[in-house]
C-alpha cells in the first residue's frame, strides 16, 4: 500500500512539471455577482468555465474578470457558500468582452453547497449520504459578539452539546456530538483549521482543583468565515482512527482575486461583566443567647433578640472579593487581491478581567492567509497564524481555600480567626489574592496547500502543516505567617513551580480525485489519498520551596529544589480509497475504505480497516416528481465506521527508575515497572448507521432538515486489574467494552417575511440523545466514582457517568439514618435540547438577534446546597414552617439523594442590537459600512428545575463525566458595545 502511494505521488508531481500552454488572449467575459434579495456584490463567489475546467473568484464588490478565453460556447458555473448555484450558457465571439451578471438567491438547505470535511475532496452537499452541520461563523460576527470559538459555536448545530463548566474567564468547555462513545479514550471532537490538525484540550496549567485553560481560545473568531461539523462515524471514516467523537474543521477569512483592491475593518469593543446579588444565595443564623453571650465569636448578631435571624449575602459589598470584570477588543483586517492573488491579514488585541481579582484573559493574534493562482491548473495558499494567549486562574470549585466555599459556608454574624474573618471561614480575600496561577500560551500554526489539475478531469490537493503549542505555566504562593498558613503548612514558606510544556503537531495530507463520464447520464468519481499526522509532546517542570521573601521568585531561589521532565510522541498513517457513483444529477451511491496503522496501536496489531457507504436520492428532481410547493426533497442513508485510539503509552510495557539502598548504605538506581501494557490493544471501533432527510418548501421559505441515528462502539477501552500471575500489579487498558447512542437531529427553518425593508428568519433545532453502557467488563458490572460522594457510576444497562443517590429516612424519634440502598437519579448530561435564534433586520439597517435555549433530561449533584443544608445556614434548614423529617434528611451527613436534583432549564442565551448608520453620513469620510451593537451574553436563566445558581457549571470544565456543581462560578451575564467600520 505504501508503495502505491509513492508511486502516485511521483506521478502527480511528474505532472506538475510538463508545461502548461498559455491561454490565446482572445476574449473576455466579465460581470457582477450580487445577493438576489439586497443587491449586495458577492465577494469570494467562484465561477467556473465548465468547458475550459477552470475560473476565478470575485472581488470585495462582487466583481469577475474571465479573461484569455476562445471563441466558442461556453457554461458558465456559479457557486457561493449558502446561496444557490446557477449555470448560464454563452457565446463568446472572437475579440469579444461579453457582460454576464449574476444574482444568487439563498438557499438554506444548500443542495450544491461545496463541502470540504468528510469527503476526499470538496463536493457538493447533494452527493452526501451523511450530514454536515455548516455554522455561518462571519454571518453570526455581523449579529452578535463571541469571544471565543465555544462561545461562537455554542447553540448553533443540533446534536453538539456543549457543558460551559464555569464563568471564570478563560476556562473550558466540555464538548460533546452524539454523546459520549468511551469511557477511557477521547470523548472531545478533532479539530482541523484550514486543513491543518489543531490540538485542543488543556494548556497544561498547574490546577486550581477545578478548572481547566483551553488550547482552543488561541483563536479570533473574527478571523473564522465557517465552521463544518461532522457528527459520527458514517462521515468520519476518512479521518480514521481518532474521529469517531466527530470533527470540527475551521475555515478562515480569505481574500479575494480580480481588479486590485483592498477592503479594511476596524473594530474596537468594551464591555463588563457582573456576578448579580441575585445569583447568590442568603445565609441565615439564628440568634440564641449562647452566642449573644459571646461577643467576640458573634459580633454581628449582638443587639439582635433570641429567634431573630441574621441573614448576609456571601461576599456583598466585598470590593476585595469581587469586581464588575472588563472587556476590551481591539481588531484590524485588510483583504483584497489582484489578478492572480489574494490575501486576508489580520490583528486583534483581546483583554478580559473576571470577577475574581487574579483572573484574566489576555490574547494577541496575527493571522494572514494568502492565494496564488499561477496557472489555471495551478494555486496554492499559505495560511500563517500567531497568538499569545495569557490566562491567570484562581482556585475554587473543589479546594479549601477558594473564595467561594470560604463565604458560602461562612455562619452569618461570625468572626473567624485568621485566615478567615467576618463573611469568610477558611480564608479572608487579602490572604486568597495573593495565589498566582499563569499560564502564557505562544502558538503558530502554518499550513500550505497545493491544488493541481493536470487535466480537467484529475483533481490533487496536497496539504502540510504544523501546529506548534509552546506554553509557560508558573504557580506561586508567597512565604506566609506559619501561624496562619492560609493555604496549608506544605507551602507556607513560600513555593514556586514552572513547566514549559510543548505540543507540536504535524499534518501531511494528500487527496486525489478522478472524474469520468461513464455515460450521458452516469458519472463516476473515484478518490484516493493518504494522511500522515505526528505529535510531539515535551515538558519540563520545576519546584522551588522556602523562600525568605515574597520578591524573590525564581524557582532556582528556593532552598530545595526539584524537576521533572516528559515526553511523549504518537504516528499516524492513513491510507483511503472511495469511489462515488451518480446518476442524472440526483442519485449517488458512495463506497469507501479507510485503513490506519498508528504507533499507539499494540505491537500484534499492524493496522486496523474501516469501511463506509451511503446513498443520496433528490428526488424532487424526477419528473414523476410534483408536489406543489416543495422546492427541494432529498433522503439519504449512511454508513460508517472510526476509530477512538490510545493514549501515547497504553500499549506499551514501561518501565521507570527509582531509587534502592544496598546493605553498605549506598543508594543507587534501579529498574522499576511502570506499566504492564497490551500488545493486543486497538482502537475502540464505533459503526454507525444515520438516516434522514431534507426538505425545502415555499420558495426556500421553509426548511427541514432530520436525522436519526445509532452509534454502536464495540471493542471499549476498559481499565481492568493485571492479573497475578503476571508478577505485575496495577491495571491495563483492554478492548472489551460496548456503548450505543441514538438519537434524532432536527433542524427547522422558517422566513415568514422577507422584503427590502423587514427581514425575520426563525432557526429551531431540536436533539436526542439516548446513551447506555452495554458492556463494562467480564469482572464486574460497574465502576463507582464521584467528587464529594460516591454518586456517579459506569454500570451495565445505564447512561455513562449516570447519577446515583444515597436516601435517607427518619424514624419515629425524629432521627435521621441512611437506609441503604442507592437509587439511580439519571443521566448526568442532557438527553434532549431545544434551541431557538431569532434574526430580524428593519429597514436594511436595524438587526435583532435572540437565542433560547433548552436542556434537559439530566441531573445534578448540588453540592452548594448539600454542604450549606449540614451546616445549618441554608433557609432550608432554618424555616419555622419546614417539615422536621426532611430537614433531619438534609442535615444528615453522606445523604444525597435530596440534593442530586433535575436539571433542565431554558436560558437566553444571548440577545443583540445593531444599528447600521446610512451611508450618506459616512461616505464622507471614506468609510463604506459602520454598525453599533449592543450585546449580552447569558442574560438569564427564564426557568429552570435546579435550585442552585447555574445548572450548567461543572466543577472541572473539561472532564468527561464528572459532573458536580461545587465551589462553581456560575457563567456571569456580560454586555458589550461595539464599533465595527469597513472602509
Known sequence: MMNVTRKLLLIILVAGL?????????????????????????????????????????????????????EGTYTLEVNFLGYASETRVVELGPDETLTADFALAEEWLGMDEVVITGTAGETRRRSLGHTVSRVDA???????????????????????????????????????????????ANNQPVWYVDGVRFSSGGQGSFGVYGQNTSALDALNPDDIESIEVISGPSAATIYGADAASGVINVTTKQGSMGEPTFRWNASVERGALSWPT????????????????????????????????????????????????????????VRGGGENYAFYVSGARDEEEGVFMGNFQNRTSLRGNFDFYPLDQLNFSVNAAYSNNEVGLVPNDDIFYGIIISSWLAEPGRDYDAPGDKGYFTIAPRYYNQYENVTEANRYVLGTTINYRPTDWFRNRLRIGIDSNVRTANEFYPPMDPEVAPFGGAVVEGFRAQARPQTTTYTFDYGGSMDH??????????????????????????????????????????????????????????????????YRDRIFLTGGLRMDNSSVFGDEI????????????VISEEDFFDVDQVDELRFRIAYGQAGNIPGPFDAMRTWTVTTTTQETGRSVPALQYSSFGNPDLEPER??????????????DRVNLEFTYYNINTRDALISTDVPGSSGWHGSRLVNIGEIENRGVELQLSLIPVQTPDFFWSNTFSFSTNSNELVTLAEDREREIFGIYAPVQRFEEGKPLGAFWGQPAEVDEDGVASLTGEDVYKGPSVPTRELRYAADVTLFGNITLYALLDYQGGHYQFNVKDWRRDRAGISWKVNDPEADPDEVAKRMLWNQTA??????????????????????????????????????????????????????????????????????????????????????
Request: proline fraction near 4%.
Open 18 to 70: 510538463i508545461p502548461v500552454a498559455a491561454k490565446a488572449q482572445d476574449g473576455e467575459i466579465s460581470g457582477t455577482i450580487t445577493d438576489e434579495t439586497t443587491g449586495e456584490g458577492l465577494m469570494g463567489a467562484e465561477i467556473l468555465v465548465i468547458e475550459e475546467g477552470w475560473g476565478t473568484t470575485t472581488n470585495l464588490d462582487g466583481e469577475y474578470v474571465l479573461d484569455g478565453i476562445p
Open 138 to 184: 462571519a454571518g453570526i460576527a455581523e449579529r452578535t459578539s463571541s469571544s471565543t470559538i465555544t462561545e461562537l459555536i455554542q447553540g448553533q448545530t443540533p446534536g453538539l452539546t456543549m457543558i460551559p463548566g464555569s464563568g471564570t474567564v478563560g476556562a473550558s468547555a466540555n464538548i460533546r456530538i452524539r454523546g459520549a462513545s468511551s469511557l477511557s
Open 278 to 333: 441575585s445569583w447568590r444565595p442568603t445565609n441565615y443564623m439564628e440568634v440564641t443567647q449562647d452566642r449573644l453571650d459571646d461577643p467576640d465569636t458573634w459580633p454581628g448578631l449582638q443587639g439582635m433578640q433570641v429567634g431573630d435571624f441574621y441573614e448576609s449575602i456571601p461576599m456583598d459589598d466585598d470590593t476585595d472579593a469581587l469586581r464588575t470584570g472588563a472587556l476590551q477588543r481591539y481588531s484590524l483586517s
Open 517 to 582: 463520464d461513464l455515460t450521458d447520464e452516469i458519472t463516476s468519481q473515484f478518490s484516493f489519498g493518504a494522511q500522515y499526522d505526528v505529535t510531539i509532546y515535551e515538558n519540563i517542570s520545576t519546584t522551588g520551596e522556602n523562600y525568605g521573601s515574597e520578591h524573590i521568585t525564581l524557582v532556582g531561589s528556593g532552598a530545595e529544589t526539584s524537576g521533572s521532565e516528559g515526553y511523549s510522541e504518537s504516528r499516524t498513517l492513513g491510507l483511503y480509497l472511495e469511489e462515488q457513483i451518480g
Open 606 to 617: 499492524e493496522s486496523v480497516f474501516y469501511p463506509k457507504g451511503s446513498l443520496s436520492y
Open 686 to 699: 464505533s459503526t454507525e448507521l444515520e438516516t434522514g432527510f431534507d426538505l425545502s418548501m415555499f420558495r
Open 898 to 983: 435530596l440534593h442530586i436534583e433535575e436539571a433542565d432549564f431554558i436560558k437566553l442565551r444571548q440577545l443583540s442590537v445593531g444599528y447600521t448608520l446610512p451611508t450618506q453620513w459616512i461616505e464622507r469620510f471614506g468609510v463604506d459600512n459602520a454598525q453599533f451593537r449592543l450585546t449580552a451574553r447569558n442574560v438569564a436563566t427564564l426557568w429552570t428545575r435546579y435550585r442552585g445558581p447555574d445548572p450548567e457549571v461543572n466543577f472541572h470544565g473539561d472532564a468527561d463525566f464528572s459532573r458536580v456543581d461545587s465551589w462553581t462560578a456560575p457563567n456571569f451575564r456580560r454586555i458589550t458595545g461595539s464599533l465595527n467600520v469597513s472602509f
